[in-house]
C-alpha cells in the first residue's frame, strides 16, 4: 500500500494485518466464493464453538453431531441445482474391516472403460470427526474425476464422531489402511492400473498417515502416489494467536475464514482424546521428519491461499523435498478451506482445475501393472 507521504509499506495480509477482516473484506477472496457462502452466513467470521477442548467427552460428541448436521446441509444445498454426470458406472462393494466392521467402499468409474485405468482411493474431508464419502460433496467429486477417466474407490471409514462415530485415532486409519490392501490385491478384477491415496481436509490427513504406515510396514507397492488437497495435518489449532502465528502464520492469517482453529481445535481432541498422539505422524503428519519420508512415492500437495491449514500444508511438501522425494505443490488463489471443492457452481472454473491437477498427477504415474 502507498502511505499519504507516497511511501510504499508491506501490509500484513488477512487477520495479521487487520484482526476485524473477514472472507468478504479481505481483498484477496474470490468474489464468487463470497456470493456463494453469503446465503449461510459464511462469509462473515465464523462463530466459535460453544465449548473448549477440554469440555466433557460426551458433550463434545453431542456438538459433533450438530456440526455433521449442520456442514451436510450445506453441501447438499451446494450442489443441489448441479445436473449428474452421464456416462458412469457406480458400485458398492463392502469389505470386512479390521475389528468385525463392515467397510462400503464406493467404486465409480468410466462406463465405457476397456484399459486399465489410473485409480483414486478418495478419502473424505471433516477433520477425521464427521461426514460420510458418501454425501453430496463427495460423490459429485467422485464422479467428476471419473469422467476424467479415473477409476475412484470412495473409502467409508470410520469417524472420530458423529453418526459414523465415535471411534478415535487409529480406527479411521485402519479403515483406510484396510481399504488399499483390498483395493491393492483386486487391481486386475477393478480394472486398474495405478493406485493414487488422496484426500481433502481431514482426508488429506488421512492420506498421507496412509501412505506413512504402509511404508513402515513393508506395503509400499501398495501406493503409486499420495494427493494431499488442504490437508488438516499439525494438530496445532489450540494455541493463543502468538503461539500459532510463531508455528504457522496461516492459522492466525486466515483463522474464521470459512474454518476456524477454535473449531479445528474441538475436533482434534475427538480425533486424539487428551492429545496422546500429538506428535505422532500418523495422527498428525506434519510431525513427520525427511527420514519418516524418505523412500515415498510421488506426492500432489495443494493448498488454498485464504485457508488456515494452508502453511502446515507447504510446510508438509518442504519436508517431502528434503527426503528426496518426488513432490509438487500447488495454490489456489482466492479460495477458502476447501473452496475450489465445494463450489462447484459458483467457481467452476477453480474446481475443474483441482479436478484436472489430480487427474493429470495420477494418470502420469507408474506402477504395478494389474
Given at each position: 500500500?502507498?502511505?499519504?507521504d507516497g511511501r510504499t509499506t508491506t501490509e500484513r495480509p488477512g ?147 458423529g453418526e459414523l462415530g465415535p471411534h478415535p485415532f487409529p480406527a ?169 471443492l465445494m463450489l462447484r457452481a459458483a467457481a467452476p472454473d477453480l ?20
Open positions: 500500500m502507498t502511505t499519504s487477520r495479521l494485518g487487520d484482526p476485524t477482516r473477514n472472507l468478504r473484506t479481505d481483498p484477496r477472496t474470490d468474489p464468487r466464493i463470497v456470493d456463494a457462502l453469503t446465503p449461510f452466513g459464511l462469509d462473515q467470521n465464523s462463530a466459535p464453538p460453544p465449548l473448549r477442548p477440554d469440555a466433557p467427552r460426551e458433550h463434545l460428541l453431542e456438538f459433533v453431531r450438530g456440526a455433521e448436521a449442520a456442514f451436510e446441509g450445506v453441501f447438499a444445498a451446494l450442489v443441489d441445482d448441479l445436473q449428474p454426470i452421464a456416462g458412469l458406472d457406480h458400485r458398492t462393494e463392502t469389505i470386512p474391516g479390521p475389528v468385525g466392521n463392515d467397510i462400503p467402499l464406493y467404486v465409480t468409474r468410466p462406463a465405457d472403460a476397456a484399459a486399465p485405468l489410473p485409480a483414486i482411493l478418495y478419502l473424505h474431508g471433516g477433520g477425521m470427526v464427521m461426514l460420510k464419502g458418501s454425501g453430496p460433496v463427495y460423490a459429485r467429486f467422485h464422479d467428476e474425476l471419473a469422467a476424467t477417466g479415473l477409476v475412484v474407490v470412495g473409502v467409508e471409514f470410520r469417524n472420530g464422531g479411521g486409519l485402519d479403515d483406510c489402511a484396510t481399504a488399499l490392501a483390498w483395493v491393492h490385491e483386486h487391481r486386475a478384477e477393478l480394472g486398474i492400473s495405478t493406485i493414487t491415496v488422496a484426500g481433502e481436509s481431514g482426508g488429506g490427513n488421512l492420506a498421507l498417515a496412509t501412505a506413512i504406515r504402509a511404508k513402515r510396514e513393508g506395503r509400499l507397492a501398495a501406493v503409486d502416489g499420495v494427493c494431499a488437497l488442504v490437508p488438516s495435518i499439525s494438530g496445532l489449532y489450540g494455541g493463543d494467536a502468538g503461539e500459532r502465528e510463531a508455528a504457522l502464520p496461516s492459522l492466525v492469517e486466515n483463522d474464521e475464514y470459512f474454518m476456524s482453529c477454535s473449531l479445528a481445535a474441538v475436533l482434534a481432541e475427538v480425533y486424539d482424546p487428551g492429545a496422546a498422539h500429538a506428535v505422532d505422524p500418523l495422527c498428525w503428519p506434519y510431525h513427520a521428519t525427511a527420514q519418516d519420508l524418505t523412500g515415498l512415492p510421488p506426492h500432489l500437495i495443494s493448498v488454498n491461499e485464504l485457508d488456515p491449514l494452508r502453511d502446515e500444508g507447504l510446510a508438509y511438501h518442504r519436508t517431502l523435498v528434503e527426503a528426496g522425494v518426488e513432490a509438487t505443490s500447488r495454490m489456489v488463489a482466492g479460495a477458502c478451506h476447501a473452496g475450489d474446481y475443474r482445475a483441482t479436478v484436472e491437477s489430480v487427474h493429470r498427477f495420477a494418470a502420469g504415474l507408474t506402477g504395478s501393472e494389474p
